[in-house]
Nanobody
Framework: VQLQASGGGLVQPGGTLRLSCAAS????????MGWYRQAPGKQREWVAL???????NYAGSVKGRFTISRDNVKNTMYLQMNSLKPEDTAVYYC????????WGPGTLVTVSS
């Protein structure tokens, strides 16, 4: 199953975005899925994870602002991002956890006034 992120864009600080991750097949058997991001000049990091049962886990930098969810019927995962900050600017990717070798192109989120 390959996963591909979409929904990025330019948003002002304090704004919101909702990212989607579409799967090429069923995600119901994927135990843990996650959102990752890579900012310019930095290493890729995980942002949020979710189990097949819907239990989330967040990196400290986004906790309280981002919400991860998944729809096993639509084979889609989401990342609702609120109160965005300039430091959230990055290319966002979705993948399993642990991650597979396929990352796809990701979706660029730019937070700037």
């Amino acid at each position: 199953v390959q996963l591909q992120a979409s929904g990025g864009g330019l948003v002002q600080p304090g704004g919101t975005l909702r990212l989607s991750c579409a799967a090429s097949g069923s995600i119901s058997r994927i135990n843990v899925m996650g959102w990752y991001r890579q900012a310019p000049g930095k290493q890729r990091e995980w942002v949020a994870l979710i189990t097949s049962g819907g239990s989330p886990n967040y990196a400290g930098s986004v906790k309280g602002r981002f919400t991860i969810s998944r729809d096993n019927v639509k084979n889609t995962m989401y990342l609702q991002m609120n109160s965005l900050k300039p430091e959230d600017t990055a290319v966002y990717y979705c993948n399993t956890y642990p991650a597979t070798a396929y990352w796809g192109p990701g979706t660029l989120v730019t937070v700037s006034s």
